[in-house]
């Protein structure tokens, strides 16, 4: 193990988080660190218009994904069951390299609701206790306080929408239930198309209230507040899974690589994969990492700060592995690293036209309109059984055929009439879609597999997930909303896609995994505290959607950004001067 | 090369090797501070098609057979026939799909659930020699020692569909449905992935549901208010309407 000089900061992983951390701990004048285990990775090189556009490459063949050899996770759906190696991956699809999952996104950009930072007072006092086994906790941190962290991202990225609510007042045209906003959107959104307009006047029709999706996909030219050059998408529809060649899509590539990369005080070490959080012999001061490079070489390196930036898997399984705190075990409720795994559940209707064409391939990762009635407590759950709920949208995001052909209800699988089927509705067809939340219960979590190894010989991250009841009678009521608003669009008839028997980690569903490393506002209830500092280890923080106590019905990336600009001012104008805990346990 | 000139082939020959060593260019750890480390005319370049097999003629049979009603040729145009998926199937799993090489194969494999996916010992070249072998030794045992691709259109049908359903046991413990299922998946890519994969052969795929392929601008078109639009598809090296006329 060789002893490497110490730096001010290491940040374990570099993609959307690491990119915002380094920046503002940079700026601060730290010398900072960044171990990716993944590759470099930039856009003329990577994924340029002339190599992007491959379906087969990498989504098919997961180029552009986590490598599954050297490191998986394994897989049960409740604890009765052996947990199996997700051998390749499905459901959800981590990023690796630099940029992370952040190069493969679609760009739909979402706040939380005010009401889903405090997901459980808020639900407790208008219905009653939570359900059994439901362990729906307050995030700790507020809309309010996240709004200037919210709003850096935006302008950040260049984000593409328009507003519903500017500081408290409702403005039409936007989504009227958002948390208030200190400003418009930094750019127009998207430009609709055929089906977004079927969508936005169905949902009218039934009194709804729809609105442009907000978009990291570019609508025009723009120069970030770093100065860096974003242009207009062009709607190839290859984004979610794919890079974007045209510098079209907000990544920490596009966003803060050009000017970060150029700093006399950051440094970045790619294919090297970090092992363990080193302590002190009081267990309660980070020493820094050990870490591992391709070739085999082992690395100790020393650090004042150790910030957390992988994926929320990767994350939660770090801290395992290093021992920091205590796995959290179902069975007796006890430990808290692991909690509160949730994910999303996503429910579906499909429109066929005779005459009309949706040409889903003019097409953009956050090409859509969106209706936010049905979202977290913006209606009346009195009687429905659950908490919580989803926004519903009408996205155009591709018509890759490998992945995306839809064929009506009743036709085969194979065989003639499956290919003139997949030929006919192909470019006449469209998909309504929920976003749906998912609340945390005591039966699904993270912890270390007893059996499977990665390549290092170090024990696989084990995940034990169903769908809840919560998620059940959620999942039903959005489908019948979902199919009412796509009954209405003018099509020729409509496929109810189901959610129905258990999880299935096999077929894509979204890559929003969420919890493991959650936050509250005590150690009894919470890895981290507000400002994302380990409990027991001060000079540890931790990013990424682990912090997340339960999923809201949005896509995670801006609450992610923003809880990591909110943590990284707590860093600079509290951490920095008096180190040590932000918050008194 | 002998008189001193360059032929044409062999310019294209030593810029493919160019290619290829930069597509190859080890992953290397490495430390990068105060810069952009990007180094110009560097692509990352996607494995095409190499002609490469892993199947035996007999395999190719049963493959191809299979494929063929899975995505028939029929009024409606080109299958996988014409497609050449069976030529798509064959090359990937000689190359590090069939070999299962981005896939994590450790052990201990063991009873599994549908809802855990693909937990076979064998990566999937693997597991296509296993299926094909037992589909044929099952085929021959019910229908008078003919192997699946010698069976008629209708039979191969009710195989296929039997399997599909999981009714139709194949020896070996070889579940027919996952083998179905899976070959099914690679048929799907060999039809509609970029041609330069070895499938989709003249863009059949893409001709026959309107996708226009790998092109990266449709900002012209977003106005089109449910209009059909009508594009030539052009794949990854290009099209047949890009060569001189």
């Known amino acids: ?343 999303q559940v996503m429910t579906a209707a499909q429109v066929f036209y005779d005459d009309k064409f949706t040409n889903g391939f003019v097409g953009a990762g956050a090409l859509g309109a969106a209706v936010d009635d049905y979202n977290g407590d913006n209606f009346d759950h009195a009687g429905l059984g659950f908490i919580g709920g989803g926004y519903i949208a009408n996205w155009t995001t591709n018509a890759r055929p490998i992945e995306t052909h839809r064929t009506p209800e009743g036709t085969p699988t194979w065989g003639s009439q499956w290919k003139a089927a997949v030929a006919d509705n192909f470019l006449t067809s469209t998909t309504v879609g929920a976003h749906g939340a998912s609340m945390a219960y005591a039966t699904n979590a993270l912890d270390l597999d007893p059996t499977y190894k990665d390549v290092y010989g170090q024990p696989l991250l084990r995940m034990t997930y169903d769908f809840t009841p919560n998620d059940r009678a959620m999942a039903r009521y959005m489908s019948e909303r979902t199919t009412e608003i796509a009954r209405l669009m003018g099509g020729r008839e409509v496929k109810v896609v189901k959610r129905e028997g258990p999880y299935d980690s096999m077929p894509y569903q979204t890559t929003h995994n969420t919890g493991g490393t959650i936050m509250g506002t005590t150690p009894a209830n919470s890895v981290v505290n507000r400002y994302l500092q380990s409990w027991d280890v001060p000079n540890l923080f931790v990013m990424g959607a682990g912090v997340f106590p339960q999923n809201a019905g949005y896509n995670p990336t801006a609450t992610v950004a923003a809880l990591t600009y909110w943590a990284a001012a707590a860093i600079r104008s509290q951490y920095l001067r008096n180190p040590g805990p932000l918050v008194q346990a | 090369m002998a008189d001193g000139h360059w032929s044409r082939r062999h310019v294209l020959a030593v810029s493919f090797q160019a290619t290829l060593a930069a597509a190859a260019a080890p992953a290397l750890a490495r430390t990068i501070r105060g810069e952009m480390p990007w180094t110009p005319g560097q692509v990352d370049a996607p494995y095409p098609f190499d002609g490469a097999r892993f199947l035996t003629p007999d395999e190719r049979r049963c493959v191809s057979a299979m494929v063929e009603r899975l995505i028939p040729s029929d009024a409606r145009g080109p299958g996988a026939r014409e497609a050449g998926v069976i030529d798509f199937i064959d090359n990937q799993l000689a190359g590090f799909y069939g070999r299962g090489e981005r896939w994590y194969m450790q052990g201990p494999f063991g009873p599994s659930t549908p809802e855990q996916g693909y937990q076979f010992e064998e990566p999937p070249a693997g597991f296509y020699r296993r299926g094909i072998a037992a589909l044929d030794a099952a085929c021959r045992e019910r229908h008078g020692g003919r192997v699946f691709a010698a069976l008629d259109a209708a039979t191969q049908d009710a195989v296929l569909a039997a399997m599909e359903k999981g009714a139709f046991d194949l020896p070996s413990g070889v579940p027919a449905k996952a083998f179905f299922s899976l070959v099914r998946e690679n048929a799907i890519e060999g039809f509609f992935c970029d041609p330069l994969y070895g499938g989709n052969r003249d863009m059949v795929g893409w001709r026959l549901v309107g996708f226009p392929g790998a092109r990266y601008d449709y900002r012209p078109y977003l106005n089109h208010n449910g209009q059909r639009i009508t594009l030539e598809p052009v794949g990854l090296k290009g099209g047949p309407t890009w060569n001189p006329r």
């Open chain 1, 1 to 343: 193990m060789r002893k490497l000089p110490p730096v001010d900061v290491v940040l374990v992983g570099f993609g959307w988080t690491g990119a915002i951390m380094a920046q503002e701990l940079t700026d601060a004048g730290l010398q900072v660190l960044a171990i990716e285990r993944g590759a470099w990775r930039d856009t003329p090189t990577h994924f340029p218009p002339t190599t992007a556009p491959d379906e087969l490459r990498w989504y098919w063949r997961k180029e552009m994904f986590q490598g599954n050899a050297r490191d998986t996770l394994t897989f049960r759906n409740n604890r009765d069951q052996v947990a199996r190696p997700m051998r390749r991956w499905g459901s959800f699809l981590p990023g690796e390299g630099v940029g992370g999952g952040g190069v493969h996104w679609n760009g739909q950009t979402w706040r939380f609701l005010p009401s889903d930072f405090v997901a459980a007072s808020h639900n407790t006092a208008r219905y009653g206790a939570l359900p059994e086994g439901m362990t729906v906790q307050d995030y700790g941190v507020t809309y309010d306080e996240l709004e200037p962290h919210f709003h850096r991202f935006d302008k950040l990225c260049g984000i593409g929408g328009k507003a519903g609510n500017l500081r408290g007042q409702i403005i039409e045209g936007g989504n009227p239930f958002e948390g208030p906003r200190s400003a418009e959107y930094p750019n127009p959104p998207m430009h609709m198309t055929f089906s977004q307009d079927q969508f936005i006047r169905a949902a009218r029709e039934l009194g709804l209230h729809p609105f442009p999706g907000p978009s990291a996909n570019l609508t025009r030219a723009y120069v970030n507040p770093l100065g860096c050059q974003l242009a207009p998408c062009s709607y190839c529809g290859f984004c979610e899974k794919y890079g974007c060649g045209n510098y079209s899509k907000a990544s920490a590539q596009t966003t803060i690589l050009p000017v970060l990369m150029r700093k006399a005080n950051f440094t970045l070490k790619v294919q090297n994969e970090v092992l363990s959080i080193t302590r002190d012999s009081t267990g309660r001061r980070a020493t820094g990492v050990t870490h591992v490079d391709v070739d085999g070489t082992r690395y100790e390196q020393p650090a004042d700060l150790v910030i957390l930036c992988a994926y929320p898997l990767s994350n939660a399984r770090l801290m395992m592995l290093s021992g920091i705190g205590e796995t959290y075990n179902p069975a007796t409720g006890e430990g808290l690293v692991g909690k509160n795994y949730c994910y």
